[in-house]
C-alpha cells in the first residue's frame, strides 16, 4: 500500500521543452516524458533584516519528507505561469499574501525532468504572521544568511545553498535603489 501524502497526484501540470513551448500536460502521477520538463518554483523570502525563511516540510509529502528548504515552493499548475504559481504556492505553504512579480525572478536551472524558476522576495515580514499548513510545513524558522546557509548544506532537500547566495546577491542589489 502506497504511503499517505499530502500531494495531489491527480494534479495537471503542463510540459515544456528546452524553449519554453508547452508540448502537453500530464498528470503529477505519470511519468516525464524524454526530452520534456515540469516546472516548478521556489523563493526564498527575506524580512526587513535580510533574515531568509526556511521552511521544514512536512512529513506528509511525497518527497523530502522532514527536509529544509526554500521559504516556499512547488509545481506549477497547467495554465499557471511561474509567478502566478509562486504566489499561490506562498499563499498555500505559509498563509501569506505577497506581491511576487517577474522583477522577483532571479534563476532558471533545467534538471532531468523538471525546470526550477528562482525568486528572491523582501518583505516587512512579521513572524507571528505567518501560519504554516500543516499537511505541508512542519516548521518554519528566519535564518541570517551564514546559518540559512549551513542548514542547506547540512540538512536540505538539494543543498540549494547555491540558489541561497544568488537570491542574497539579488536581494542587496535591490537594496542599492
Known amino acids: ?22 508540448c502537453g ?3 503529477r502521477s505519470d511519468k516525464v516524458a524524454k526530452n520534456l520538463y515540469h516546472l516548478t518554483v521556489s ?27 526554500a521559504s516556499a515552493g512547488g509545481s ?14 506562498i499563499k498555500e505553504e505559509l498563509d501569506l499574501n505577497l506581491n511576487v512579480s517577474e522583477n522577483d525572478f532571479y534563476l532558471r536551472i533545467f534538471k532531468k525532468d523538471w525546470i526550477e524558476d528562482w525568486y528572491a522576495v523582501q518583505t516587512d515580514l512579521n513572524f507571528k504572521d505567518i501560519h504554516p499548513l500543516s499537511s ?3 516548521k ?27 537570491s542574497f546577491k539579488k536581494i542587496k542589489m535591490n537594496d542599492r535603489f
Open 76 to 89: 506549477v499548475i497547467a495554465g499557471e505561469n511561474s509567478c502566478q504559481a509562486i504566489r499561490r504556492e
Open 25 to 27: 500536460k500530464q498528470t
Open 1 to 22: 500500500m502506497p504511503r499517505k501524502t499530502s500531494d495531489d497526484l491527480k494534479e495537471k501540470w503542463d510540459l515544456y521543452d528546452r524553449n519554453m513551448n508547452i
Open 136 to 138: 505541508e510545513v512542519q
Open 43 to 69: 523563493a526564498f523570502i527575506y524580512d526587513q533584516n535580510d533574515r531568509i525563511l526556511l521552511q521544514k516540510r512536512s512529513m506528509l509529502k511525497l518527497n523530502h519528507p522532514g527536509k529544509w528548504e
Open 140 to 166: 518554519v524558522d528566519l535564518f541570517n544568511f551564514k546559518d540559512a546557509q549551513t542548514k542547506l548544506k547540512e540538512t536540505g532537500i538539494t543543498n540549494n545553498h547555491k540558489e541561497l547566495l544568488e
